[in-house]
């Protein structure tokens, strides 16, 4: 069993990202829903407040390190993590796989619209790539029973869920028991990412790790969630104290 590494109560799968599109290759292959999250720095702060989230995270079949933050407190820690395995980057690694292999997704979350625009991109970009559905994440309590029979009606090798953390990954544990697809996924901003609503930041940017200045950038509006980076680390060093290294 591979080694996990343990980010402030998180711990993280030790995995490249092409080790992670193998290794969810074959969860697909199982009868079992496997559930995937996807935490930064951000998130994992969540966790430290949230004991339902921290234990939600504690159950997960996989937990890849999305942020260079993740992977520079681990450097930190001396447990390295061999390299980011961001969620965005993980979903186009896994839809190119899945057009590949006669495999079907369920796109679900975002704003009216943004799910079903996402795939039709998704489908050009990656032909042969079968979308079993879409539906949009603004839902009452009540209308969780239809869309779970959506889901369930067509299936998918994987759900990719767009509802932002802690509540996709709330709603993944939740109900993976009743949610007939393989592979679950929290994923964030993804559909609005896939249906061009959010550009990603220029590649000579995401080289440099510096995708996290982009957003801030260009989203001002979440001055609050990056307030919690320097908080992030403040605690990485005081653990780091507390292993006397």
Same mark, same amino acid.
Request: glycine share 8%; proline share 4%; net charge positive.
């Given at each position: ?71 520079? =407190?681990?450097? %930190?820690? @001396? ?5 980011? *395995?961001? #969620?965005?980057?993980?979903? /186009?690694?896994?839809? +190119? ?21 996402? =795939?039709?991109? %998704?489908? @050009? ?5 079968? *979308?079993? #559905?879409?539906?949009?994440? /603004?839902?009452?309590? +009540? ?21 932002? =953390?802690?509540?996709?990954? @709330? ?75």
């Amino acid at each position: 069993m591979e080694k996990k590494i343990n980010i402030l109560g998180v711990k993280f799968d030790n995995i490249t990202m092409s080790e992670a599109v193998n290794k969810i290759s074959k969860f697909m292959d199982g009868n079992v829903t496997k559930c995937i999250y996807t935490p930064n720095p951000e998130i994992v702060m969540l966790a430290q407040k949230d004991t339902q989230f921290m234990d939600i995270m504690t159950e997960a079949d996989m937990i890849v390190p999305d942020g260079i933050g993740i992977i520079k =407190a681990a450097k %930190m820690l @001396k447990t390295p993590l061999k390299e980011k *395995v961001g #969620g965005c980057d993980l979903s /186009y690694n896994l839809l +190119e796989y899945m057009s590949k292999h006669s495999r079907s997704v369920f796109l679900f979350g975002a704003a009216p619209g943004t799910a079903d625009k996402a =795939a039709e991109n %998704m489908k @050009k970009k990656f032909p042969g790539l079968i *979308v079993a #559905g879409t539906h949009n994440g /603004y839902f009452k309590k +009540e209308d969780e029973a239809a869309i779970i029979e959506q889901i369930n009606n067509s299936k998918p090798d994987l759900l990719l869920v767009a509802l932002g =953390a802690p509540k996709q990954e @709330k709603w993944i544990f939740e109900n993976k028991n009743t949610i007939q697809a393989k592979v679950c996924i929290g994923v964030g901003g993804t559909l609005d990412i896939m249906a061009g609503n959010l550009r990603r930041a220029p590649k000579w940017m995401l080289k440099l790790n510096l995708e996290w200045l982009y957003r801030f950038v260009k989203q001002p509006t979440r001055f609050k969630r990056f307030l919690e980076l320097p908080k992030f680390v403040i605690k990485v060093f005081i653990t780091k104290g507390k292993r006397g290294e």
